[in-house]
């Protein structure tokens, strides 16, 4: 069977992976030329995407990340108020997309192809990329993200709704830290929660998976609430260009970034505030929504965020996306590869899970004050 996977990222090469291990004819097909921009810095790691890695040699345990063994709770004085123990591995978005990347065979990934339309005759799916080319396949898998092609083709007019409030994210090398800054971040998970946001940190592999002491990166999330005016202001980058759910890395406006720091100095304590003065280039993601009915239509699946977006306090949206290409990968095997059962079985399957992570993570968002609209309800 010849299957086509448009996007080329962890949803992707997740489904790429799972299902060439299941002895399918798969290539993916990704818009970017020939990089990967980065799409999130660190990255929690949920356990059974882990053992997926680990027991098919992807990643070993050791290598996986950097470990937290601690969760701190800081007070506005900057001093831990609480902890916990913890057990979680933090990684970047860019060491785990390359350790995917290694296992898939290169010569089935193709950089440089945007698609741009689906066809659908007799059984058979073929997809025209911006380039001109051409492909026929018997299933059709989009893992192209919330602002999926594949997803309009089959539910044109279903965007992702903005959730009311944005994260700005920065990253520092480690040895731009004192010693006892690391020593007061390292190997654990920080979070400063505060009226209506919270920021979050911890350290991440550095550029090229390194995870020695001096080479580690040092990772913040800081969710705040913004109006949809302000919002337009923040997505307007240096060149004066709007962006629609993000500004990357060096391409934040010298007013946005000013006010950021100026809220910095405002609400958080020193040991924070140093770092977010401290980052070189500071971006920012804009939190959606998005829930689709139905996972597939005719022999056209959609898995990862094309489907379904969850809030990023639920970190589960890179192993739901690995959960949707594993179940992808067994449905169609246990079917036989007939794709009129397997489409349906593995609907049922998914669906319910993201619905209920949709769900969950509004509540946790509501109950960090994050989405809720501060000028109008006046809390
Ligand atoms: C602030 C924030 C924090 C997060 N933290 C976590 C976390 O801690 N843990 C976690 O698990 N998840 C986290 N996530 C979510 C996680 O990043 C995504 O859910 C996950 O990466 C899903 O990946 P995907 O492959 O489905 O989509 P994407 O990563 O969006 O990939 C889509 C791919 O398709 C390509 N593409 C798009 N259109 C086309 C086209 N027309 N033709 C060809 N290719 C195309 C794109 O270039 C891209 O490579 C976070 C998200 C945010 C915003």
Not at 211 to 231: A, C, E, H, I, P
Request: glycine share 8%; hydrophobic share 35%.
């Amino acid at each position: 069977m010849k299957i086509i996977i448009i996007g080329g990222s962890i949803g992707g090469l997740g489904a790429g992976i799972a299902l060439h291990c299941k002895g399918y004819d798969v290539e993916i097909y990704e818009r970017s030329a020939n990089h990967m921009q980065d799409r999130g810095a660190g990255l929690v790691i949920q356990p059974d995407m882990m053992n997926y890695l680990q027991e098919h040699h992807i990643s070993t345990k050791e290598v996986f990340g950097v470990p937290a063994y601690e969760r701190q709770v800081l007070s506005s004085s900057g001093t831990p108020s609480h902890t916990f123990r913890n057990d979680t591995s933090f990684t970047s978005w860019s060491y785990i997309w390359q350790q995917l990347k290694d296992y898939f065979p290169k010569d089935r990934y193709f950089f440089g192809h945007q698609l741009e339309t689906i066809d659908e005759k007799d059984k058979q799916v073929t997809v025209t990329f911006a380039n001109g080319m051409k492909k026929t396949a018997d299933l059709v898998v989009g893992a192209d993200g919330y602002g999926s092609v594949t997803r309009a083709h089959f539910l044109p007019g279903l965007t992702p709704a903005y959730a009311g409030y944005v994260a700005y994210r920065g990253l520092i090398p480690e040895n731009k830290m004192t010693d006892d800054e690391v020593a007061f971040f390292e190997n654990k998970f920080s979070i400063y929660p505060y009226k209506h946001s919270h920021l979050l940190c911890y350290m991440v592999p550095g550029t090229k998976g390194e995870l020695n002491k001096g080479q580690r990166l040092y990772n913040w999330v800081w969710y705040l609430n913004k109006s949809t005016q302000q919002l337009d202001e923040i997505l307007t980058d240096k060149d004066g260009q709007k962006r629609r759910y993000a500004v990357p890395t060096a391409f934040l406006s010298s007013k946005s970034v000013d006010d950021l720091h100026q809220l910095a100095n405002r609400e958080l304590p020193q040991v924070l505030k140093d770092r977010v003065h401290q980052t070189d280039n500071p971006f920012v993601q804009v939190i959606v929504d998005l829930a689709v009915p139905k996972m597939y239509s005719g022999h056209i699946a959609l898995l990862g965020d094309a489907a379904f977006v969850v809030r990023p306090h639920t970190a589960s949206g890179t192993a739901k996306a690995y959960r949707d290409a594993i179940a992808l990968a067994n449905c169609l095997y246990y079917h036989k590869d007939d794709i009129d059962k397997a489409l349906p079985h593995w609907n049922d399957l998914r669906i319910r899970e993201a619905s209920h992570l949709v769900q969950y993570g509004k509540q946790l968002a509501l109950r960090s004050g994050l989405g809720i609209d501060i000028n109008r309800t006046g809390v």
